[in-house]
């Protein structure tokens, strides 16, 4: 099956840094969503996004369809911004291990 | 609130048990998924449902079984449970196809003692 790598795997800023958080998969995708788990364990969706760029308030991502990857930019960031970052691909979203972001004020 | 509604919200229960674990999609969607979260793991993607039938399976061990009624709810059942299966479970749902968003609920913390 398809692979998902997310790097890095953690993420330590101090608030007001900017970030980037990268996805790589191993195949075409047809579906590609990006989620961050708060410190509570909730789930959001951020976007969906299997090509093309979209942007919302402080968080935008890009996804390079044909070179497989996707890339989720932080700007500004704030300790609210804690938790984990996951990236999803296809329609049975399968999920990738995640980066683990750490904002300190 | 995402419209995926999972219960119960805790649960702990002794190694050799059984139990089952409920999800109600969000109005309209007709896509479920079932997820492992272990503590500090990422999502183990277990199954997922679509309109009543199985569309795709995961690592979902052979004690665990899940199914989707016809009013579109579903049930994950884990069976002969061991230390090994505490953890959170999820249940997500989306409409079918690319270009549907997936939601989650808050998740089934499931402790065996």
């Known amino acids: 099956g398809i692979q998902v790598e997310q790097s890095p795997p953690d993420l330590i800023l101090q608030e007001g840094a900017n970030s980037t958080l990268r996805c790589n998969f191993s195949?075409?995708?047809?579906?590609l969503q990006w989620f961050h788990q708060n410190p509570w364990g909730q789930l959001i969706n951020l976007f969906y996004?299997?090509?093309g760029t979209k942007q919302n308030g402080r968080l935008s991502a890009t996804t390079v369809a044909t070179e497989r990857y996707s890339l989720l930019y932080i700007s500004s960031s704030q300790t609210t911004d804690s938790g984990v970052y996951f990236c999803a691909v296809n329609n049975d979203m399968r999920f990738g291990a995640g980066t683990r972001l750490t904002v300190k004020p | 609130d995402s419209g995926v509604t999972q219960t119960p919200k805790h649960l702990i229960t002794a190694t050799g048990q059984r139990v089952t674990l409920r999800c109600s999609p969000r109005?309209?969607?007709?896509?479920v998924y079932w997820y492992q979260q272990s503590l500090d793991q990422g999502l183990q993607f277990l199954i997922q449902y679509y309109n009543g039938e199985e569309r795709a399976k995961g690592n979902i061990l052979e004690r665990f079984s899940a199914q989707q009624f016809p009013d579109l709810h579903s049930e994950l059942n884990l069976s002969s449970l061991e230390l090994g299966d505490s953890a959170l479970y999820f249940c997500?749902?989306?409409?079918w196809g690319a270009g549907n968003t997936i939601y989650f609920g808050e998740g089934s913390w499931l402790t065996v003692v």
């Open positions: 109005s309209g969607d007709l896509s």
């Open positions: 996004i299997p090509s």
């Open positions: 195949d075409s995708v047809n579906n």
């Open positions: 997500a749902s989306s409409g």
